[in-house]
């Protein structure tokens, strides 16, 4: 029988710029997070309808490669999971909705405020 593997947190990080989304995959691996890279909103839908319920954040940016962006991904990811910790960014102004719960962050946004995010989202 092998040891059971304690729970790390998941995270989807979805945006289309690689320096970008490595840097977020490189600050949330540091915090204990298991992470998910995704190009496009429909690799992250992908990911969502495997995973939803074991996701606890997920970041994404509004400008994303497909037909789907980010504002439009966030609605789906809070429909299948309304737990999960959803965060927004983007270097203009927003111009849809977000879904309840979610947060938009504008950019350029901190290192910190990742890592603080983390946290909140492991908590709740």
Not at 40 to 69: H, I, P
Not at 81 to 99: F, H, K
């Amino acid at each position: 029988m092998g040891q059971a593997q304690p729970f790390r947190a998941t995270a989807p990080i979805v945006e289309d710029d690689v320096m970008q989304r490595e840097m977020l995959c490189l600050l949330l691996e540091e915090s204990g997070y298991q992470v998910i890279q995704c190009e496009s909103a429909e690799a992250a839908e992908r990911v969502l309808d495997k995973n939803a319920s074991a996701l606890c954040l997920m970041l994404t940016d509004v400008q994303l490669a497909g037909r789907m962006n980010g504002v439009e991904l966030a609605h789906v990811a809070k429909d299948r999971n309304p737990r999960l910790d959803v965060v927004v960014t983007s270097g203009r102004p927003l111009m849809q909705p977000l879904p309840a719960g979610a947060k938009f962050w504008a950019k350029p946004w901190a290192p910190l405020d990742v890592l603080r995010e983390a946290e909140l989202a492991q908590l709740s």
